[in-house]
């Protein structure tokens, strides 16, 4: 599974985008992006994921480079319940999502 | 529904001493996991389960063992308890192939002392 590298912190304020990004510029053609969030220590929780096209659903938008090598995640008006680490992990489908060290979100009024 | 259930939620145990994680789900899912989590680390697996009668060793297997029990149950076993396995751990639930979201249920909290 292709490794991916997140920036360990973000700040953004309250109903305002919150984009965060993600580099996995070994996937390979067939990897999915997909995208989790831990609040507190509750267990994660999905959120999104693609494979060549932008997609978007009721929680957030995925953006994902022409050549795929990175992607970001928006969260289109951030509230204080989107607090919490995001995890953005490369991998064939489920059998194998290997979770790196993600992004911690802290939103602010 | 109360997708991924785990037992218990805390647990304390001395080293040597031997205990079974229980995760059911009620989802129907062919895919199950068993993940560690420790302190300002993300999630490592363990164990998984492609489907009812199989298991495969994920990234953290040694001083494990697991057990798919069916398709609903998904065990995890500690045979002799070491302070290294104080963690989080995190069962989940997923279709087998082709749909991406995973299910996790609350954790148990388990200390070695």
């Known amino acids: 599974d292709a490794k991916t590298t997140q920036p360990p912190s973000m700040d953004c304020a309250e109903g305002r985008a919150a984009n965060l990004p993600c580099n996995h510029s070994?996937?390979?053609?067939?990897?999915?992006v997909y995208w989790y969030r831990q609040i507190h220590s509750q267990g994660p929780q999905y959120i999104i994921h693609?494979?060549?096209n932008n997609e978007t659903n009721e929680m957030a938008s995925l953006i994902i480079t022409e050549d795929r090598k990175s992607s970001t995640l928006i969260l289109p008006h951030a509230t204080l319940r989107d607090t919490a680490v995001y995890y953005c992990?490369?991998?064939?489908?489920?059998?194998?999502?290997?979770f790196g060290t993600g992004t911690r979100l802290q939103v602010f009024p | 529904n109360a997708g991924v259930t785990q037992t218990p939620k805390f647990q304390v145990l001395k080293t040597g001493q031997s205990m079974t994680l229980q995760c059911a789900q009620d989802m129907n899912h062919n895919s199950m996991y068993w993940y560690r989590q420790d302190p300002g680390m993300g999630l490592r697996l363990i164990y998984y389960s492609a489907s009812e009668g199989t298991t495969d060793k994920g990234e953290v297997p040694n001083g494990y063992n697991v057990s798919r029990l069916n398709k609903r149950e998904f065990s995890l076993r500690l045979e002799s308890a070491a302070p290294s396995q104080t963690s989080v751990y995190f069962c989940?639930?997923?279709?087998?192939?082709?749909?991406?979201?995973?299910?996790f249920g609350q954790g148990t909290r388990l200390t070695v002392v």
């Open positions: 693609g494979l060549k």
């Open positions: 992990i490369a991998g064939y489908n489920t059998d194998k999502l290997i």
């Open positions: 989940a639930s997923s279709e087998l192939s082709g749909f991406a979201e995973a299910f």
């Open positions: 070994t996937i390979s053609g067939n990897e999915y």
